[in-house]
């Protein structure tokens, strides 16, 4: 289905700069809808298709950016949450109900790359990005274990709710234990530093709604300097990307806010339902795709994820 462009939606300028990241008669399109939580947008530029989550109805769904078409890649899904794509190519997957990290091979095959830490299962893995080491780093909330809607109900065997990251070799470590709900992740682009969503305050008004920005160490493989890049004041931050000038463009209930690299917002994506993630797509990648509750909305842009 192709909906066009939706009203509800539009680019809110806050800071000149955000005027020349996108280009004025371009509008934001609704790509199909039915989807009951949307999430984990991921996308294959060699086949030219997305695949997105869509978490409570238990499935993966596939837009072909060849015809629009849209269709199940896989039913169950083990509540799939967070995807992304690795150095050659293969999916990584964050499953709620399985509690684990997925890859699916060329070939379809599946293998649980995480699945426990010290000895006791994970809480509910919820989004993943892979660095140009090769090494996957993943958040873990506990979000797939406290209802069954979003997974199954179990009880948590981890002291809290971490970040975790996957060496080349196999060897999980814990790069950071002071989250309440950690969510969404990225690198800035020289992969200097990394940017962590804690979404805590789904659990209470009290509770975190921001982006920490973390230095990484000389040898990329722990975190150091915290400090918050940003509060959220529509919702919560969920997933995000960086573009190539290092501005970070994030969910919340609003729709997409984008924030500079020192942390100001510069300007908003007016989206007419709550936004979970979103992923730079297209040949180019100049074209933002986005999870909204039940649809998948997307834009052209005048930067590259």
Not at 44 to 51: C, E, H, M, P
Request: with cysteine; net charge negative.
């Amino acid at each position: 289905m192709h909906y066009g462009q939706i009203e509800g939606t539009g680019f809110e300028v806050i800071e000149p700069e955000f005027a020349r990241c996108f280009i004025g008669h371009v509008r934001v399109e609704r790509l199909w809808t039915g989807c009951r939580w949307a999430e984990g947008p991921a996308w294959f530029g060699g086949g030219r298709y997305l695949l997105w989550s869509d978490l409570p109805n238990d499935r993966m769904l596939r837009y072909d950016d060849t015809d629009g078409s849209v269709s199940v890649f896989r039913a169950p899904s083990n509540n799939s949450n967070g995807n992304t794509v690795d150095r050659e190519g293969r999916l990584i997957t964050c499953e709620h109900r399985g509690r684990r990290v997925t890859r699916t091979g060329h070939d379809g095959a599946i293998t649980v790359l995480a699945d426990a830490f010290g000895g006791r299962r994970l809480n509910s893995p919820n989004d993943v990005v892979v660095k140009s080491d090769g090494s996957i780093w993943f958040t873990d909330p506990d979000y797939g274990i406290v209802a069954d809607y979003e997974g199954e109900r179990a009880e948590r065997e981890q002291d809290g709710c971490h970040v975790y990251r996957l060496d080349p070799g196999g060897a999980l470590t814990r790069v950071a234990n002071d989250f309440d709900h950690p969510n969404g992740l990225a690198f800035s682009p020289d992969e200097k530093m990394l940017y962590i969503a804690d979404s805590g305050g789904s659990e209470g008004p009290d509770r975190p709604r921001h982006i920490r920005r973390f230095s990484l160490s000389a040898d990329g493989s722990t975190l150091k300097d915290s400090q918050v890049f940003a509060t959220s004041s529509f919702g919560l931050f969920d997933g995000f990307r960086v573009d190539l000038a290092g501005r970070l463009w994030t969910s919340c209930a609003a729709g997409v806010e984008c924030y500079r690299p020192d942390g100001t917002l510069i300007g908003r994506i007016r989206i007419p339902e709550m936004v979970a993630n979103v992923a730079f797509g297209g040949a180019k990648r100049n074209r933002l795709f986005i999870c909204g509750t039940t649809s998948l909305y997307a834009t052209y842009l005048n930067v590259n994820g």
